[in-house]
């Protein structure tokens, strides 16, 4: 089993629309969770940190989960410029500054 | 400008020829690391570095090697013994250690096709 699943995709979605992506991770030492975004073709840069319970920063809000080991990230009303690939990554402190990425979740918001 | 800086963009090799990729960072940090990329795929490590002359082995690290003389710099060998080369790698840098908030900043990659 890999350590960071990710719902396969792809999300095809209109303008506006909300749309959620989950993620769970095996190992229950992991202690910080992050979501990095990563266009076609780029290098990936981080959207969104998740410690507790969760965050909010705008249209996005990233949740957690630790009794089932899930993270999720809401997107609300949907831009053109949200299309992308969004990686779920976990941090567990015992292995230093190491992150586990899951395969990535591909959007495409249609106008 | 900080940042982290890869090159080249684009590398071409025959098969059976090692190649050096080429990251250097000037943010400070301690600690780099070394991604391989294939399509439609997640980021698989291969090396990481978390002070100068010293390195581990990520998840895939048969048929590479690095080395970190300097802190600002981790250049990836991909050697003939890589069975399948071709991909896009990336390079990332953090600051060391653990910690809640570890951040991995990347740079733009380099996408290696072996002929």
């Known amino acids: 089993r890999k350590e960071v699943e990710q719902d396969p995709g792809p999300f095809n979605v209109p303008e506006g629309a909300t749309v959620a992506f989950n993620c769970t991770y095996s190992n229950s030492a992991s202690q910080s969770f992050f979501w990095y975004r990563q266009d076609c073709r780029k290098e990936p840069k981080l959207l969104m940190s998740v410690y507790s319970s969760g965050n909010e920063d705008g249209r996005f809000t990233a949740q957690l989960n630790r009794a089932s080991q899930y993270i999720s990230l809401l997107i609300r009303d949907s831009k053109l410029s949200d299309s992308a690939t969004y990686l779920c990554?976990?941090?567990?402190?015992?292995?230093?500054?190491?992150?586990?990425f899951g395969e990535g979740t591909q959007l495409t918001v249609n106008p | 400008d900080g940042g982290i800086t890869q090159s080249p963009k684009y590398l071409f090799r025959k098969e059976g020829q090692n190649v050096t990729l080429s990251c250097e960072q000037n943010l400070n940090h301690d600690a780099m690391y070394w991604y391989r990329q294939d399509p439609g795929q997640g980021l698989r490590l291969i090396y990481y570095s978390q002070i100068v002359n010293d390195f581990q082995k990520g998840d895939i690290a048969e048929g590479y090697s690095v080395s970190r003389e300097k802190k600002e710099s981790f250049p990836l060998t991909v050697t003939s013994a890589q069975k399948n080369p071709t991909a896009f790698y990336l390079c990332?840098?953090?600051?060391?250690?653990?910690?809640?908030?570890?951040?991995?900043?990347f740079g733009p990659g380099t996408r290696l096709t072996v002929l």
């Open positions: 990332a840098s953090s600051t060391r250690g653990g910690g809640a908030y570890n951040e991995q900043f």
């Open positions: 990554v976990a941090h567990q402190e015992t292995s230093g500054s190491r992150l586990t």
